[in-house]
């Protein structure tokens, strides 16, 4: 079985899944990454954050993000695409990022990360999450040091910055929260579509929306409202993807029983199913993939994050497919 295969069979570009480096050096872990066509596509979770890039100005350590850049491009399965992430986000900074700059001082700081990240994997990068999580779950801008220094100006500027560093990559906004007006009733959604619209007045170049789809067991958008957001976003760019999947059971109740099972294939299949019908809508390309964050329990970030949810991935922890498994390649 073989979900990058299907999917691409299905008019999807690839079926992905995120990866940290730890993982590279577990053989069960590689085998089953590696192992026939499951994935089309890689997302570094970790490597490429700017706190791992540069950790100190001036001194940069691609040694993590090449590993698995090259892992992508030796992939056992065939040549795997990356998605490149992230370049601007408030988390994952290292120190000397997070403390009070002037605007000149921020644009410089920016440009020079933008440009060294673009220009290291300048023709390695499908796309790259430009800004990440820029507004709270209140609609609310994030009050990042680009944000304090520059106000909401340094999304475009970051946007321009990497039009201009490497034109050839799919330039992406990248935030969760935006999946359904059911889920997330405040602004965060119309905020964001409204932030969109002023960054390309203003001559930023954005191509794609990632849905990061961080989600729940029985609180999933149904497919078709999942579907109408995501063609919202595709009246202001070009694409959009799902790129951080996974579905937790929250609270998680152990020994997890066949109706948990159950209810999460079900949910995967909503989402996956959504932009499946973003296609059908269009006539064409416009959901381009999905991307799994992490494809095994056994190192999915929910248990680390929230000690009681959990079991939020396609296969368990000791590398069996689970019915969600099955249930997303029946939808191809
Ligand atoms: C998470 C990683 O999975 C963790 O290992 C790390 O400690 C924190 O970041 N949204 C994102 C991802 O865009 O980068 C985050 O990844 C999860 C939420």
């Known amino acids: 079985a073989q979900l990058d295969k299907y999917a691409k069979l299905a008019g999807l570009s690839y079926f992905g899944t995120a990866v940290d480096n730890p993982r590279l050096y577990n053989p069960q872990y590689m085998s089953a990454l590696q192992s026939s066509d499951e994935f089309g596509s890689l997302t570094p979770i970790n490597a490429q ?17 090449d590993a698995i ?34 605007r000149a001082d921020m644009e410089h700081i920016l440009t020079a990360h933008i440009q060294n990240l673009a220009w290291h994997f300048k023709g390695r990068c499908y796309a790259w999450d430009v800004v990440n999580e820029a507004i709270d779950d209140n609609g609310v801008f994030r009050q990042s040091p680009m944000y304090k220094a520059m106000g909401i100006d340094f999304i475009t500027f970051s946007f321009k910055t990497a039009a201009k560093a490497d034109p050839s990559a799919k330039l992406y906004y990248n935030d969760y929260a935006l999946e359904s007006p059911f889920l997330s009733p405040g602004p965060k959604i119309s905020i964001t579509l409204a932030m969109l619209r002023t960054v390309k007045a203003q001559g930023g170049t954005v191509h794609g929306v990632g849905f990061q789809s961080h989600l729940k067991v029985g609180l999933v958008p149904p497919r078709s409202e999942m579907a109408s957001t995501m063609q919202q ?36 299949g909503e989402v996956v199913g959504a932009c499946l019908d973003v296609n059908k809508g269009y006539g064409g390309r416009k959901c381009v993939g999905v991307t799994v964050w992490d494809f095994t329990d056994k190192y999915s970030w929910v248990p680390s994050e929230i000690p009681t949810e959990g079991e939020a991935c396609l296969w368990d922890n000791n590398y069996v497919k689970k019915l969600a498994y099955w249930t997303v390649l029946n939808m191809f």
């Not at 700017?50 to 691609?62: A, G, H, L, R």
């Not at 370049?87 to 990022?97: I, T």
């Open 49 to 65: 954050k700017w706190k791992n890039i540069e950790p100190v100005q001036q001194v940069f350590t691609w040694a993590e993000a």
């Open 69 to 102: 850049a090259n892992t992508a491009k030796a992939g056992v399965g065939g040549k795997k695409t990356l998605r490149c992430h992230t370049m601007v986000w408030f988390k994952g900074l290292p120190s000397w990022v997070e403390t009070t700059y002037s």
């Open 233 to 268: 976003f595709l009246e202001v760019v070009d694409e959009v993807a799902i790129t951080e999947l996974d579905i937790r059971h929250s609270p998680l109740k152990t020994p997890s029983t066949r109706a948990m099972w159950e209810q999460q294939a079900r949910d995967y």
